[in-house]
């Protein structure tokens, strides 16, 4: 079946750590995303990728970071320079990265500091 | 930038009973997304509905462009329907970045 596959689904991660989750997906898009969601909110982006070996910060992108090695492959790190890293992360695909595509979402993985 | 407000917040509905959702935006937008968060966090797509109607099942939708807002109607709602329902719509240029609403939680009640 065709879709965005995140790992894990749960993460913890002690203070000072980077710990890198995991998105792929197998629908051959150019487009990729990471979102985080806060408990009661919306999604913000944090990274997203037109192309292979191209990505560009988001509204949040401060703390993180990404590389675009693959196109099926889109990794997402949380640096201990991230403050307040807690949050629920979502992964996102679309055929391409202009206005008029649908967008898909992985599972997402749910990141604890402890 | 673009704002999106959904409404209502919150809402409460007995099991067969019917809804509509809203969802406004500041700018013109050319596309527009309903996706419903199930209680284990995943966002399913529903509707990408950038102008027009849309059906699928008992869920359907309308976005007027022009008057900057979209519908999501849901019928005879099911205790499966409850999560948190989101439309979002792209922003900052030519780019399919979405930002979202701040969604409407529906509990259905069996």
């Known amino acids: 079946d065709g879709g965005i596959t995140q790992s894990p689904k749960y993460l913890f991660r002690k203070e000072g750590q980077n710990v890198t989750l995991s998105c792929e997906q197998n629908l051959n898009h150019d487009a990729m995303y990471w979102y985080r969601q806060d408990p009661g909110q919306g999604l913000r982006l944090i990274y997203y990728?037109?192309?292979?070996?191209?990505?560009q910060k988001g509204d949040i992108a401060e703390g993180y970071s990404v590389s675009r090695e693959k196109k099926e492959s889109f990794p997402l790190t949380v640096t201990s320079a991230q403050k307040n890293p807690t949050a629920f992360y979502l992964c996102?695909?679309?055929?391409?990265?202009?206005?008029?595509?649908?967008?898909?979402f992985g599972q997402g993985t749910r990141l604890t500091v402890v | 930038g673009i704002q999106v407000e959904q409404s209502p917040p919150d809402l409460i509905l007995q099991e067969g009973a019917n809804s509509t959702l809203r969802c406004n935006f500041s700018?013109?937008?050319?596309?527009l997304q309903w996706f419903h968060q199930n209680p284990w966090g995943q966002l399913i797509n529903l509707f990408y509905i950038p102008s027009g109607t849309k059906q699928n099942g008992r869920l359907s939708a309308t976005t007027v462009a022009t008057e900057r807002y979209s519908l999501l109607y849901i019928s005879s709602s099911q205790t499966t329907d409850s999560g948190v329902y989101f439309c979002?719509?792209?922003?900052?240029?030519?780019?399919?970045?979405?930002?979202f609403g701040t969604g409407t939680l529906l509990a259905v009640q069996p």
């Open positions: 979002a719509v792209p922003y900052g240029g030519a780019t399919n970045k979405l930002i």
């Open positions: 996102a695909s679309s055929r391409w990265v202009s206005l008029d595509t649908e967008a898909f």
């Open positions: 990728s037109q192309i292979v070996n191209d990505f």
């Open positions: 700018d013109s937008v050319n596309n």
